[in-house]
């Protein structure tokens, strides 16, 4: 028996919390997994690394730019096409800080962030949606009332709190966080959960990739008071939560799973 009898579709999932959403849906008997990223070779690595933790589950692989609208449709049309419906989503993908203030951060930039971190995540979510409005809610593994679908969008701490010299990221994952409010009181009525995770600091290729970043980003661990590193796991783990019917009465939810981080 698994919590996971339905559709799981993971955005962002080539690498770090996506591909650990992605691998944990199947490490916990979820049998449909629908993998979009818009990076071919870490989707394959994927794809391999669930094959390896459930022989039973079946992926199809979608190669997505989540701020091309008609890219996200079509991968949603293909899972459902392949799978039949959508249960599980999670809008995953997105691009790190640009690490300036205001005045010296060009349009372009703050361009960048919005359209990735906010506009990927509204038009993969509203796409999700659609499809989630057309099914029946699925039955759960113990009884509970089901819902059409779940959708768990990443936000992050830095929804929540301010940094120095991140006022584009900071904006964009607030936006990720009033939308999630927002999609939670529009669908209730239509029997779908929308919620949002608030990472803080994850030890994954995004916040490892610059060593100058990886330095400042070390040195702000200890504001939480567990001063450490989350893994991509422990934001994995929130996300299937989400998705249960464990979290059947949660909606509209900024989750944090950040050490502590934003209590200081
Ligand atoms: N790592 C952290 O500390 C942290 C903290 C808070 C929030 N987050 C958020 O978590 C999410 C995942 O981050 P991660 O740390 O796993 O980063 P990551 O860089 O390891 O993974 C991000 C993935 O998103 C994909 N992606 C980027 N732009 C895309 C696009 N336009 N279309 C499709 N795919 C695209 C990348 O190819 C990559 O596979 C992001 O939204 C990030 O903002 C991360």
């Known amino acids: 028996m698994t919590l996971y009898p339905g559709v799981a579709l993971v955005t962002g999932a080539a690498s770090g919390i996506g591909r650990a959403t992605a691998v944990s849906f199947a490490h916990e008997g979820c049998l449909?997994?629908?993998?979009?990223?818009?990076?071919?070779?870490?989707?394959?690595?994927?794809?391999?690394?669930?094959?390896?933790?459930?022989a039973s589950a079946d992926v199809l692989v979608q190669k997505v730019d989540v701020i091309q609208s008609s890219e996200i449709t079509e991968a949603i049309t293909s899972a459902v096409a392949k799978f039949g419906r959508l249960d599980y989503?999670?809008?995953?993908?997105?691009?790190?800080?640009?690490?300036?203030?205001?005045?010296?951060?060009?349009?372009?930039?703050?361009?960048?962030i919005f359209q990735i971190n906010y506009r990927g995540c509204w038009l993969s979510s509203r796409a999700e949606l659609k499809q989630m409005l057309q099914q029946e809610p699925l039955s759960t593994h113990d009884g509970r009332p089901g819902v059409r679908g779940a959708v768990v969008n990443i936000a992050s701490q830095l929804g929540l709190v301010g940094r120095p010299t991140a006022?584009?990221?900071?904006?964009?994952?607030?936006?990720?966080?009033?939308?999630?409010?927002?999609?939670?009181?529009?669908?209730?009525?239509?029997?779908?959960?929308?919620?949002?995770?608030?990472p803080g600091l994850i030890d994954t290729p995004m916040t490892h990739r610059d060593p100058e970043k990886l330095k400042a980003m070390t040195a702000s661990l200890a504001i939480a008071p567990m001063d450490r590193w989350g893994t991509a796991q422990e934001v994995a783990d929130a996300c299937l939560f989400l998705c249960s019917s464990k979290a059947s009465f949660i909606q509209g939810a900024a989750l944090v799973v950040d050490g502590g981080y934003t209590i200081n």
């Open 32 to 54: 449909r997994i629908v993998i979009c990223d818009q990076n071919p070779a870490g989707l394959d690595e994927t794809r391999k690394l669930i094959a390896a933790t459930n």
């Open 89 to 112: 989503a999670i809008n995953c993908a997105g691009i790190g800080n640009i690490a300036k203030r205001s005045t010296e951060l060009a349009e372009d930039e703050f361009e960048k």
């Open 167 to 198: 006022p584009a990221y900071c904006s964009a994952k607030s936006a990720v966080i009033a939308m999630t409010r927002c999609d939670a009181i529009d669908y209730s009525k239509d029997n779908i959960r929308v919620n949002c995770i608030c």
